[in-house]
């Protein structure tokens, strides 16, 4: 079946710039997404990426796609305390609505 | 923003126990969705519902676990007879259309389901 890979822990520096890596391995993807998971809350859509796309900025939020290898990356530029928290990479492809698979969650922690 | 709601929080209970898991999902939603998170693994699909009946289960959602959409609000998830590897967080998810493209699921903030 589809399987998402991520790095499990990440650490920066506040105000530097933060990079969480994705791999996936269905090819037939057509929709990613990053989650975002605050302790004791829900998992927050930050944004998503078309399979069409390679890239897709939203205010410090950058999103690269590499199709070919299959490689998905959220950039966080000027990393705050605030986003401390955990991210999922998700996919899901269109044609037969499948559901959504889930990455295991990289913990960001930001050090002041 | 609308917002999926859960409850309870947290529940503990005995094994062999019955549980309801109670989720009231945004209003104008059609589909609706359980997963599960054991504690350092992933998070995975359980179910999906719409128009009153299941739609798609996993392997985990076996005979022990049954959804409802007893009213025009609520979405449950029941587990008959708990056992210890249960013991997970469960998230409600709902979204407007199927496949979810650019809108994504929005889930709540989940249960965290402890199984003595």
């Known amino acids: 079946g589809e399987d998402v890979e991520q790095s499990l822990f990440l650490s920066v520096r506040e105000g530097d710039s933060s990079v969480i890596n994705c791999t996936y391995t269905d090819s037939s993807s057509t929709y990613l997404y990053w989650y975002k998971q605050e302790p004791g809350a829900g998992l927050q859509l930050l944004t998503y990426i078309f399979s069409n796309m390679d890239m897709k900025q939203d205010q410090r939020l950058t999103v690269l796609l590499n199709k070919k290898d299959k490689h998905l990356s959220l950039r966080i530029a000027d990393t705050q305390t605030g986003d401390s928290a955990i991210y999922f990479c998700a996919e899901t492809h269109d044609n037969y609505g499948q559901n959504f698979v889930f990455g295991p969650g990289t913990r960001l922690s930001v050090l002041p | 923003e609308p917002e999926v709601t859960q409850t309870p929080s947290h529940q503990v209970t005995q094994m062999g126990q019955e549980v309801i898991l109670r989720c009231v999902p945004i209003?104008?939603?059609?589909?609706f969705y359980w997963y599960r998170q054991i504690l350092g693994q992933k998070v995975e699909f359980l179910v999906s519902f719409y128009n009153n009946e299941i739609s798609e289960k996993s392997e985990i959602f076996d005979d022990q676990f049954s959804v409802e959409r007893p009213d025009g609000s609520n979405f449950t998830l029941k587990i008959r007879s708990t056992k210890l590897e249960d013991s997970a967080m469960y998230f409600c998810?709902?979204?407007?259309?199927?496949?979810?493209?650019?809108?994504?699921?929005?889930f709540g903030s989940g249960t965290r389901l402890t199984v003595v």
């Open positions: 998810a709902s979204s407007e259309r199927r496949p979810a493209g650019t809108r994504g699921y929005t």
């Open positions: 209003s104008n939603h059609l589909y």
